[in-house]
């Protein structure tokens, strides 16, 4: 993630209707642990969650993404 939430087309996308947190995969907080339960396929780091203000899962992925998919997810999130 580190090379994708810097690209100049994802964070402008982050900084306007996204809030991003990061987790230590090795003392994780109770609710991200919860989210993290709804991924299927959670099988390597990076995690990526998708989660609603009320703390609703929404999606995510595991493993290295590539922003243009990064991209995509966002603005399907957005447009929800």
């Known amino acids: 993630m580190q090379g994708v939430v810097p690209h100049p087309e994802i ?8 809030v991003a947190v990061a987790s230590d995969c090795d003392d994780p907080e ?3 642990l919860a989210l993290a339960e709804q991924l299927e396929d ?7 969650l998708f989660a609603d203000g009320e703390g609703r899962f ?9 922003p243009i998919v990064f991209k995509r997810q966002l ?3 957005r447009s929800s």
């Open 11 to 18: 964070a402008p996308l982050l900084r306007e209707g996204f």
């Open 42 to 48: 959670a099988y390597m780091l990076p995690f990526v």
């Open 75 to 77: 603005e399907q999130l």
């Open 30 to 32: 109770d609710e991200v």
């Open 58 to 66: 929404l999606g995510g992925s595991s493993g290295a993404v590539h």
